[in-house]
């Protein structure tokens, strides 16, 4: 089972997949967690790249291709030999921040960005997707008062782009709702914790015993 985590910075993505990793391999199951842009070492290199403030000249077109080459990478290396040996893979993003972030953040087309990642996927689509929701100003605050504060060159951007960003993940979720399982990022963790374990758990056939129970395990 392929299942990505998608949201705005500072949405929790993180502390959940680090929840539902530690709860699935208490399970027993062989659980890889990775992330975009990254999770193999030319992957980092070109997240390097996407994420440096200098990089202020690079235009549209060349960074949905840096993103993709890197998703390439990681689907080559990392995804598709996991998921071979029946192995979990959760992802910290994947194919759908480009659609939001590059197609409605900034009006590439869809159709455009669907046969590129297509490519650079050999078409692989996630079995399940997380979408963390927050308001836009929540999101951004959250990130800035974060005790790391990483403001990195995709977040130096207005406001009505992020706003476009949440928007185009909400239309994506529409489109597709047997794939998007959508939360309130505004929710407690340990709240978003059991209704992505319920939603896991269901799709895997896990007992509903192991989500019953109320939260740390
Ligand atoms: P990162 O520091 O990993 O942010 P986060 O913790 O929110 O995942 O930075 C990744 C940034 O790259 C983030 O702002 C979203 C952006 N992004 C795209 O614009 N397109 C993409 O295809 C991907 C994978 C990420």
Redesign the pocket.
């Known amino acids: 089972m392929f299942i990505t985590f998608e949201g ?3 949405s929790g ?2 502390t959940q997949i680090r929840r539902l990793s530690a709860w699935l391999t208490l399970r027993g199951l062989n659980v890889l967690a990775t ?3 990254g999770g193999t070492r030319i992957g980092d290199a070109v997240r390097a790249i ?2 440096d403030h200098v990089n202020t000249e690079l235009v549209d077109r060349a960074e949905v291709l840096l ?1 993709s080459a890197a ?1 390439a990478q990681l689907v080559e290396q990392v995804i598709r030999p996991h998921l071979a040996k029946g192995g979990i893979v959760l992802s ?4 759908d ?2 659609f939001a ?2 197609g409605y ?1 900034r009006g590439l087309a869809l159709d455009d960005l669907r046969r590129i990642t297509i490519f650079a996927t050999a078409d692989i689509w996630p079995d399940l997707t997380i979408y963390l929701d927050l308001p836009v100003e929540e999101g951004l605050l959250r990130k800035q008062s974060g005790a790391m504060v ?1 403001w ?1 060159r ?2 130096e951007e207005a406001v009505a782009y992020h706003q476009r960003v949440r928007d185009g993940y909400l239309k994506l979720a529409e489109r597709e709702p047997g794939r998007w399982l959508v939360l309130d990022g505004r929710q407690s963790v340990a709240y978003i914790e059991q209704q992505i374990r319920r939603r896991v758990a269901s799709a895997l056939g896990l007992a509903v015993a192991g989500v019953a129970d109320s939260g740390v395990n």
Do not use: I, V
């Open positions: 705005p910075d500072g993505k993180t992330r975009e842009p996407l994420l993103f998703r910290d993003r994947f194919a921040s480009t972030y590059q953040g990483e990195n995709m977040e």
